[in-house]
């Protein structure tokens, strides 16, 4: 790996050099003559594939939404976090952090709760002043995700102001609510920022925005009633009739053709 400083840095391939930026410096590689791929290292290009592809979901639902800017390992520390959870475990996105720096416990004790039905409930507690703060600001982001068909079907946001008057402003409660219609599986983020008079803190110690919920789609229960069995026909005893026979003084009579 070699790194470039050249006055006009770039980034992509030229020729069988490969110019790419890591950790804020230009880096420069070579592209390999031959690549020798094992079933093993082909399952793992492929695992690695479909985590990028969710992050890239996610990231896209989320990120348009947020005010704070996230760190810049963002990528690959959501595809990490999708790979540590299982490729098709939806719910392991549950308490990623935007913010490598700073998580939404640095704020809250006892923690927000999401509900099904789009609330999400914030219980009173005592919010921590930084920095002379005089407003926190906090915003819940619900996005619905396809993964099936990596399709984003709607999002939804709502934000909350609370005055902070004093170092430990107490809050009474409170909830807020998002409705996001549709198909997919639902993520909904949390962030949180405060604010001096005219403008935020820009302290990536002072901000935080976690994904705090993820409700996977209920599929629609089919309602089938149930076909009734045949019933058993009963038919009436056949009645056997019995045909008098001539006689002939208490004799039977043979009748001859």
């Given at each position: ?9 770039f ?5 069988n050099?490969?110019?790419y ?8 590689r070579t592209?390999p ?6 079933a ?7 695992t690695?594939g479909?985590a990028?592809r969710k ?7 989320i990120?348009p ?14 595809n990490?976090y ?6 098709n ?8 952090r935007?913010n ?5 416990s640095?704020y809250f004790?006892?923690?927000?709760v999401?509900?099904?039905d789009g ?20 915003k ?7 993964f099936?068909t990596r399709?984003?079907?709607?999002t939804?946001t ?9 170092r430990?402003?107490?809050f ?17 983020a ?9 403008f ?6 002072c901000?935080?925005?976690d ?9 629609k229960?089919?309602?089938?009633t ?5 019933k058993h026909?009963?038919y009436?005893p056949?009645?056997?009739v019995?045909m ?7 004799q039977?009579?043979t009748?001859r053709?």
């Open positions: 790996m070699a790194i470039l400083e050249s006055l006009i840095p980034t992509g391939r030229l020729g050099i490969i110019a930026k890591r950790n804020g410096k230009h880096c420069l592209v003559e031959t690549v020798r791929q094992t093993n290292t082909r399952r793992a290009a492929k690695f479909a990028s992050g890239a979901l996610v990231r896209n639902a990120r939404h947020l005010d704070i800017f996230p760190d810049r390992m963002l990528v690959n520390r959501l990490s999708i790979l540590d959870a299982g490729r475990n939806h719910a392991g996105l549950k308490g990623f935007f490598g720096y700073t998580g939404l640095k004790g006892p923690p927000p999401f509900t099904k609330r999400l409930h914030i219980p009173p507690q005592c919010f921590q002043r930084f920095k002379k703060a005089v407003r926190m600001e906090i819940v982001i619900a996005s619905r995700i396809d099936s399709t984003i079907t709607g939804d709502a934000v909350l102001s609370i005055d902070l008057n004093e430990f402003q107490d009474e409660g409170g909830d807020m609510w998002v409705n996001v219609p549709g198909k997919g599986t639902l993520v909904v949390l962030q949180v920022k405060q604010f001096f008079e005219d935020d803190i820009r302290d990536r110690k901000e935080a925005a994904i705090i919920a993820v409700v996977e789609d209920q599929p229960k089919v309602v089938t149930p076909s009734n069995p045949h026909l009963s009436p056949r009645t056997i019995h008098p026979v001539p006689t002939q003084h208490a039977l009579i009748q053709e």
